[in-house]
């Protein structure tokens, strides 16, 4: 009896593992991406489909300057892409535009590799914290010391790859409190950060400094330093063109309008949702809701005297 038991046990615990490992390899297995590369001339290379827009620079001398970095869980396969695309050049710096995981997935696997990390001071001390963001509980830990930016900057400035100068600057409070703005002024290539997602409504990351007043006036900054021919990269969705600029600057402005008008006469937010802000938009931009609510719950710490 025993033995048969025993037999029945062993033969349980085999399916049981089965099960358990038939469960969980989906889980284990990091899914390929579709990953897409585009040149876009004077050494820069567009690398999408990993979370977020990568922007590639290779310097004259071979040196690689890396804007963005994807999801983390893309990471191999992200570096693998950019490996291919700059004939393993050697990466000297990694550029931060803002903190979320979409832009700093690339953060561990070259920071322990000693690679030089800038952002915004802001984005650095959010990535040194743990973050929950209150409308949906999701969290956000601390990354590691030697993936936290190593450089950072409070205004504006330029940087040196090989011969090639590249300027910077800081959006305020806009998207986040730490967005940045990266322009490559040989190529005319404008990465424009979190302030630009052009395939969707963008989240609206109050939490961590965001409001609704700041993205238009972002949207502003870049403005002023995007041409006609200026190529612009968002942080997700299609290249935008300097008209674009202008299509999405109306838009924010007009949304804060609408917003904040409605804000100031004791509007809640589902008055603020029933007005529908967002109304001849939203066939381009999909449904608005959360980007309402975000937008909204954003003016608090503007307009309320003792928020
Ligand atoms: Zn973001």
């Given at each position: 009896m025993m033995c048969f038991r025993k037999i029945r046990f062993v033969a349980n615990l085999?399916?049981?593992?089965?099960?358990?490992?038939?469960?969980?390899?989906?889980?284990?297995?990091?899914?390929a991406?579709?990953?897409?590369?585009?040149?876009?001339?004077?050494?820069?290379?567009?690398?999408?489909?990993?979370g977020g827009n990568i922007l590639v620079f290779q310097a004259g001398n071979g040196e690689v300057l890396v804007v963005d970095g994807g999801l983390e869980q893309y990471a191999q396969q992200t570096l693998d892409t950019i490996n291919g695309v700059t004939g393993n050049g050697d990466i000297s710096l990694l550029i931060n535009t803002h903190w979320h995981p979409e832009q700093t997935g690339l953060n561990t696997l070259l920071?322990?590799?000693?690679?030089?990390?800038?952002?915004?001071?802001?984005?650095?001390?959010?990535?040194?914290?743990?973050?929950?963001?209150?409308?949906?509980?999701?969290?956000?830990?601390?990354?590691p010391l030697s993936a936290q930016p190593s450089e950072t900057f409070y205004h504006y400035g330029d940087l040196e790859i090989g011969d090639s100068q590249i300027r910077y600057g800081y959006l305020r409070q806009a998207h986040?409190?730490?967005?940045?703005?990266?322009?490559f002024p040989e190529a005319n290539v404008l990465h424009g950060g979190g302030v630009l997602a052009n395939?969707?409504?963008?989240?609206?990351?109050?939490?961590?400094?965001?409001?609704?007043?700041?993205?238009?006036?972002?949207?502003?900054?870049?403005?002023?330093?995007?041409?006609?021919?200026?190529?612009?990269?968002?942080?997700?969705?299609?290249?935008?063109?300097?008209?674009?600029?202008?299509?999405?600057?109306?838009?924010?402005?007009?949304?804060?309008?609408?917003?904040?008008?409605g804000f100031r006469a004791a509007n809640s937010v589902e008055d603020t949702l029933?007005?529908?802000?967002?109304?001849?938009?939203?066939?381009?931009?999909?449904?608005?809701?959360?980007f309402v609510r975000r937008s909204h719950e954003s003016l608090i710490p503007h307009y309320t005297p003792d928020a």
């Open positions: 085999g399916k049981t593992i089965l099960l358990l490992l038939g469960l969980l390899m989906p889980l284990l297995q990091v899914q991406q579709d990953m897409s590369t585009r040149d876009l001339g004077n050494g820069l290379t567009l690398v999408s489909g990993s920071g322990n590799r000693g690679v030089r990390i800038f952002a915004h001071e802001n984005t650095r001390q959010w990535l040194g914290t743990s973050i929950t963001h209150p409308w949906d509980n999701s969290t956000f830990a601390p990354l986040t409190d730490g967005d940045m703005y990266v322009y395939d969707g409504w963008p989240l609206m990351d109050w939490w961590t400094g965001g409001w609704i007043g700041g993205l238009a006036n972002g949207l502003e900054v870049l403005l002023e330093i995007a041409d006609e021919d200026t190529i612009i990269v968002p942080a997700n969705g299609p290249l935008m063109s300097k008209a674009d600029l202008q299509a999405m600057r109306d838009m924010y402005a007009t949304i804060f309008q609408r917003i904040s008008g029933g007005q529908d802000p967002t109304a001849e938009f939203n066939a381009q931009f999909g449904d608005p809701e959360d």
